[in-house]
């Protein structure tokens, strides 16, 4: 049973910037590390839920959404064994539910969910 834990979301002035980090357990990444990829995605009022962001778990390349490109990005924590969402430059429309998944690279859909995180921006 694979299990995701995200942390870091809050409240947060327009202009300001938070990290949002995912965690997993329940499954051995060791032989199969290049096979995931990790995702974070989001819920805002109004809007279908959107991917923001994603990285392969040991790949180097990234993908940000065009909306978020110019403030998030997305990393691997080594030392913390987390995939990292950096929110800078946060703007009310942000606000909104952050959920991390994961997918094998040969699936289309991702599997395996968080609880997810509140994000507020207020004005």
């Known amino acids: 049973q694979v299990q995701l834990v995200e942390s870091g979301g809050g409240l947060v002035q327009a202009g300001g910037s938070l990290r949002l980090s995912c965690a997993a357990s329940g499954l051995t990444l060791r032989n199969y590390a290049t096979l995931y990829v990790m995702g974070w995605f989001r819920q805002t009022p109004g809007k279908e839920r959107e991917l923001v962001a994603a990285?392969?778990?040991?790949?180097?390349?990234?993908y940000v959404a065009d909306s978020v490109k110019d403030r998030f990005s997305i990393s691997r924590d080594n030392n913390k064994n987390t995939v990292d969402l950096q929110m800078n430059s946060l703007k009310p429309e942000d606000t909104g539910v952050y959920y991390c998944a994961m997918k094998s690279r040969g699936q289309t859909t991702y599997d395996y969910w968080g609880q997810g995180t509140q994000v507020t921006v207020s004005s």
């Open positions: 990285r392969g778990w040991a790949a180097a390349a990234t």
